[in-house]
C-alpha cells in the first residue's frame, strides 16, 4: 500500500513538476525572512546533534569517503570548475590572506610537520627532483644563467658577509667533511690528489701560481677518474703519474695545460718507482 502511495506521489509530482517549482518559489519569495528565522532557530538547535552524528558517520565510512572524493576530484569537469574558481582575483586574494595567517598563527606545527615529512619522503623528492630537472633542463639552465648573471654582485656581498660572520664554524664543518670523505670515498681522495698535483705543479713551474678555475684550462677531473679505473686496492703505495712529465709542457699556455692533464696522460705508479724516476 505504502509503495503504490509513494508511487502515486512521484508521478503526480513529474506530471506538475513545473506547477510545484513554481508555487515553491513563490511562497519562499513571499515568506522567506520567516523561513530563514525557522531554518537557523532549527540549525542551532540541531547543530551538536548533526556534528556528532557526521563525525560517528565518517569514522564509520572514512575509506568510502575517502576514494570517492579522490576519483571524483580526478573528473575533468571537476578539475576546470576549480582551476576557474581559483583563478578568480577575489578567490586568489582571499586563500593568499588565509594561507598567510594560517602560517603566522601555526608556524612550530609547519615547521615541525614538514621536517618529518621531508625525512619520511627523502628519497622520492630526490628522485622527483631529478626527473624535474632532466625533463626541464634546458629552460632551468638558462634560468640560472640569467639570476647568476642578475643577482651575481649581490649575492658575492652576501656570500662575503655570511663567511665573516661564520668563519671558524664553516672551517671546523668543512674539515669534518673533507676528513670524512678522504676516509670513506675513494673517487673524492683521488679528486683530491688530482687538485693538489695541479696546483703544485704551477706553483713549481710557474712564479705566478694557478690563476684560472680546472675547468677553464680544460682539466676533466671526472674524465681522468674514470681513465684510471680500475683503482688499486691500496691507494698509499700509488702514486697518480704523467706519462709524459710536465717538464715537457709550457704551463704558460691554456693549450699546453689541457695536454698536459688529458686524461690519457695519467697512469697508477708505484710511489718508489715515481720518486726513483727523480723528476715531478
Known amino acids: 500500500m505504502e509503495d503504490s502511495k509513494k508511487r502515486a506521489d512521484r508521478n503526480y509530482y513529474i506530471k506538475h513538476k513545473d506547477i510545484l517549482i513554481k508555487k515553491q518559489k513563490e511562497y519562499y519569495n513571499k515568506n522567506k525572512e520567516v523561513i530563514r528565522k525557522k531554518n537557523k532557530k532549527y540549525y542551532q538547535k540541531t547543530k551538536e546533534r548533526k556534528k556528532e552524528y557526521q563525525k560517528r558517520y565518517y569514522q564509520k565510512n572514512k575509506k568510502r569517503i575517502k576514494d570517492y572524493v579522490a576519483s571524483w576530484s580526478k573528473r575533468d569537469y571537476v578539475k576546470l570548475k576549480n582551476k576557474k574558481y581559483r583563478q578568480r582575483p577575489e578567490i586568489k586574494e582571499k586563500r593568499k590572506d588565509y594561507i598567510s595567517k594560517y602560517k603566522q598563527n601555526h608556524k612550530k606545527e609547519l615547521k615541525k610537520y614538514y621536517k618529518e615529512w621531508s625525512i619520511k619522503n627523502k628519497d ?108 688499486p686496492k691500496n691507494l698509499k703505495k700509488y702514486h697518480i703519474d704523467h706519462k709524459i712529465a710536465l717538464v715537457n709542457f709550457d704551463l704558460t699556455k691554456i693549450e699546453e695545460v689541457r695536454k698536459a692533464f688529458a686524461p690519457e696522460n695519467h697512469q697508477w705508479l708505484l710511489a718508489q718507482e715515481n720518486l726513483s724516476k727523480n723528476r715531478y
Open 124 to 231: 622520492k623528492n630526490k628522485e622527483k627532483r631529478k626527473k624535474y630537472y632532466q625533463d626541464k633542463k634546458d629552460i632551468i639552465d638558462i634560468k640560472n644563467k640569467i639570476n647568476y648573471l642578475k643577482n651575481h654582485e649581490r649575492n658575492k656581498l652576501q656570500r662575503r658577509k655570511y663567511y665573516q660572520n661564520n668563519k671558524s664554524h664553516l672551517l671546523i664543518n668543512n674539515t669534518k667533511y673533507r676528513n670524512k670523505k678522504l676516509k670513506e670515498d675513494i673517487e673524492y681522495i683521488i679528486r683530491d690528489r688530482l687538485r693538489n698535483r695541479l696546483r703544485r705543479a704551477f706553483h713549481y713551474y710557474l712564479n705566478t701560481g694557478k690563476k684560472l678555475r680546472s675547468r677553464d684550462y680544460g682539466i676533466d677531473y671526472g674524465a681522468i677518474i674514470e681513465y684510471l679505473k680500475p683503482f
